[in-house]
């Protein structure tokens, strides 16, 4: 059981909006500022789509875009486009115990 | 640009090591942290462990602790990962990952090598 909680599935038609949410707790994402999310292809590494809860590395398209209200975290993709059909993690850091890491358990995204 | 491979997977009998590689360039290897991150056949990402720019400070998951042992070589600008006493359950894709500055997330990502544990 992932430490972070993801839906196991999302669809939506070209050109909609989707919201994937990522549920923690106190120790984690209500927490820290150290949200992310990565988009990963069938076969492919991560690739880093959203840091610190809201920010957009360089070359990653305006259309994804993060939040964060207390423990739980949401990545919206507008204007959905059929590359996006991936799946995504979201991931924080965590203290509940020691230095850790916690991923959310991942989603899966169809785009219809 | 940031270049992470990986290499060193293969089939391992349960109990016996192997040490994982990840060859860096494109950046300043000793100005940033490094992790392993493993996905197992159809599931999600885990993080395994971290070790800082300095190599001074290192971290593991407790599934981990006491098994694997992450190192880093500036002089190869290289990433390890010894991993002794293997179980059937680390069978995974192991990536290599680029921290960022201030650990608060992966921002470049290998291809990944595959171990599989079995007899």
């Known amino acids: 059981q992932s430490a972070l909680t993801q839906a196991a599935s999302v669809s939506g038609s070209p050109g909609q909006s989707i919201t994937i949410s990522c549920t923690g707790t106190?120790?984690?994402?209500?927490?820290?500022?150290?949200v992310s999310w990565y988009q990963q292809h069938p076969g492919k590494a991560p690739k880093l789509i959203i840091y610190?809860?809201?920010h957009r590395p360089s070359g990653i398209s305006d259309r994804f875009s993060g939040s964060k209200s207390d423990n739980t975290a949401s990545l919206t993709i507008s204007g959905l486009q059929a590359d996006d059909e991936a799946d995504y993690y979201c991931?924080?850091?965590?203290?509940?115990?020691?230095?850790?890491?916690?991923f959310g358990g991942g989603t899966k995204l169809t785009v219809l | 640009q940031v270049l992470l491979v990986e290499s060193g997977g293969g089939v391992v009998q349960p109990g016996r090591s192997l040490r994982l590689s990840c060859a860096a360039s494109?950046?300043?290897?000793?100005?940033?942290?490094l992790h392993w991150v493993r996905q197992p056949p159809g599931k999600g990402l885990e993080w395994m462990t971290s070790?800082?720019?300095?190599?001074?400070?290192?971290f593991y998951a407790d599934s981990v602790k006491g098994r694997f042992t992450i190192s880093r070589d500036t002089s190869k600008n290289t990433l390890f990962l010894h991993m002794d006493n293997l179980r059937r359950e680390d069978t995974a894709m192991y990536y290599c990952?680029?921290?960022?500055?201030?650990?608060?997330?992966?921002?470049?990502w290998g291809q990944g090598t595959l171990v599989t544990v079995s007899s």
């Open positions: 494109g950046f300043t290897f000793s100005s940033a942290p």
């Open positions: 610190d809860v809201s």
């Open positions: 070790v800082s720019s300095d190599g001074v400070r290192k």
């Open positions: 991931a924080s850091y965590s203290n509940a115990l020691s230095f850790d890491w916690v």
């Open positions: 106190r120790n984690d994402i209500a927490h820290y500022g150290s």
């Open positions: 990952a680029r921290g960022s500055p201030a650990w608060s997330y992966f921002d470049s």
